[in-house]
């Protein structure tokens, strides 16, 4: 257990709908990244958001979007979904301090059907 | 931005023997590299890092090497074993923000 926990771990849904990932951040870790992987792919930088505030945007479509609430779990929500947003989201968590490495949680398996 | 190539793809080895798997990135000031070893239906997992001020660093079996001059690190595993198989992914960042990952090895470690 790494101590980053994502819900759910699997999610089957349709086409056009609309679903929110989680992720808890391990105890103490202010900053979370989210990441895509699809298929055979690398890791796709989404969003980081640390202490609550959005710090950067890589390559998220407009139809997603994300927060951090004061709790630091951060949600990730996929709107309009399409059968290419099929992939694995990670969220990563990291004290933000001069521990630079990022713990991942197991991520969550999305099927668009 | 960064941009990280990593090189081989796919990578076969018989146990015992060494891989070395490599990595070149674009931004020069760029000063953290880690590795992530990734099994299947798991998340990736943090194996080893270097930063820009230090050339090499070792971990029992694995190592890892940066070439700030030619912008390119590496990671070699010896001794490998069956459970080495996973998919690599190296990564890039200034201060630890933002990581950009490599697009990954499959290692296979062959018995």
């Known amino acids: 257990d790494s101590g980053v926990t994502q819900t759910p771990k699997h999610l089957i849904t349709a086409t056009g709908q609309r679903v929110t990932l989680r992720c808890s951040p391990r105890s103490g870790d202010l900053s979370v990244y989210w990441y895509q992987q699809s298929l055979d792919q690398g890791l796709q930088f989404l969003i980081h958001?640390?202490?609550?505030?959005?710090?950067a945007k890589g390559n998220i479509l407009e139809r997603f979007s994300a927060q951090q609430f004061p709790d630091l779990h951060s949600e990730l929500n996929l709107s309009s979904l399409e059968l290419g947003d099929s992939a694995l989201y990670f969220c990563?968590?990291?004290?933000?301090?001069?521990?630079?490495?990022?713990?991942f949680g197991s991520g969550t398996r999305l099927t668009v059907v | 931005g960064e941009n990280v190539e990593q090189h081989p793809s796919t990578l076969s080895v018989q146990e015992g023997d060494s891989a070395v798997i490599k990595c070149t990135y674009s931004d020069s000031a760029s000063n953290y590299f880690p590795w992530y070893k990734q099994e299947l239906g798991k998340g990736p997992q943090l194996i080893i890092d270097?930063?820009?001020?230090?050339g090499e660093k070792k971990d029992q079996r694995i190592a890892v090497t940066l070439n700030k001059t030619a912008k390119h690190f590496s990671l070699h595993i010896t001794e490998t074993q069956p459970e080495d198989s996973a998919v690599y992914f190296c990564a890039a960042s200034r201060y630890g923000q933002n990581f950009v990952f490599g697009p990954g090895t499959r290692l296979s470690v062959l018995p």
């Open positions: 958001y640390y202490n609550g505030e959005e710090r």
């Open positions: 270097i930063r820009s001020n230090v």
């Open positions: 990563a968590s990291t004290t933000g301090g001069a521990n630079y490495g990022y713990t």
